[in-house]
């Protein structure tokens, strides 16, 4: 972790804890884990484009005054990646990033629709994020599968898109395990998306729409209802709703949880009245995120530590903390017991010395 994102609320040694910790990352954009290091890559590569060369200038860029501001930001990005050669760097210099961080296994969300509705070709696409997948996970050993989400805003032409490439044989990559729903909530309602999630989850693929993100509680009633959502991005007006949150409980259906992306999208006001305290205590399975990380200027380590300081985790709470990260995953049972086994070694040994 770089020295600006320790919390100073946050014992060094526990940060140093984090660090080490085998995690397991379920909620992150692969275009928005661009760090500020690729963008200026990419920047250089496409010199018309308006976003900052500078890794400095990207601090501004990336200071949204709301979730709109942030969408069209974030646009000018996906509007740097032109080539399957853009799209390998920027896959594989992720996973590099995930790597540092004791990232052993990610649920990327990729938008398809966005790459070939800019004319990069659809199975040069697929080739692109397949090869940087297993040129990653053998350079360091960490484990990258898809998931493919709409980009709600841009309405059912990229809802059909995107289940078609989801779901022809000659396309679907192999590390594909999910399909998303993601973009601005407001005036997108989720059952609109029925068709497309049904396709998808026929496919053999799990339903994880983003949901009560930017709207209230009746938009993760709608991703449960309509989408049969197996786990929920963000959920967090869930807290608003008692009744929801004893059913995501009961049914064991986790919530992607990103403190510090509902920050900076001003979906919550401050780190202090973020609900996953609310969530923990109502019994519900959370994981933390990063969503998009150097745009949000943060890492999952550092989500891990604000974490910690608003649900006064100690080493032994962090590491449960990481375990419903691989419980919530989509990794087979060996995978999972392999990265629990890990975890429980790490921190077995970190208690010991
Ligand atoms: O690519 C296009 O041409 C296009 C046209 C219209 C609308 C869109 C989008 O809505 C793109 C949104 C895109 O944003 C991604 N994303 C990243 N972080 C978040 C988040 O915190 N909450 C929701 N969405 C997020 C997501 O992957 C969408 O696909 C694109
Ligand atoms: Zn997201």
Redesign the pocket.
Known sequence: MTEHLVDPDVPRDLHAFIAGLPKAELHV?HV?SASPRIVSELAARHADSKVPTDPEALVDYFTFTDFAHF?DV??SV?DLIRTPEDVRLLTFEVARDMARQQVRYAEL?I?P??ST?RGIDEAAFMDAIEDARKAAEAEFGTVLRWCF?I????GLESAEETARLATDDRLRPEGLVSFGL???EIGVARPQFKPYFDRAIAAGLHSVP?AG?TTGPHTVWDALTHLNAERIGHGTSSARDPKLLAHLAERRIPLEVCPT?NIA?RAVRTLDEHPIKEFVRAGVLVTVNS??PPMFGTDLNNEYAVAARLLGLDERGLADLAKNGVEASFLDAPGKARIADEIDTYTAAWLAS
């Open positions: 954009h928005g969408i974030y646009l996906v969300t938008t629709f966005s509705r989400d980009p709600g805003e841009a993601g973009g601005p983003h993100e992306s999208t969503d998009d």
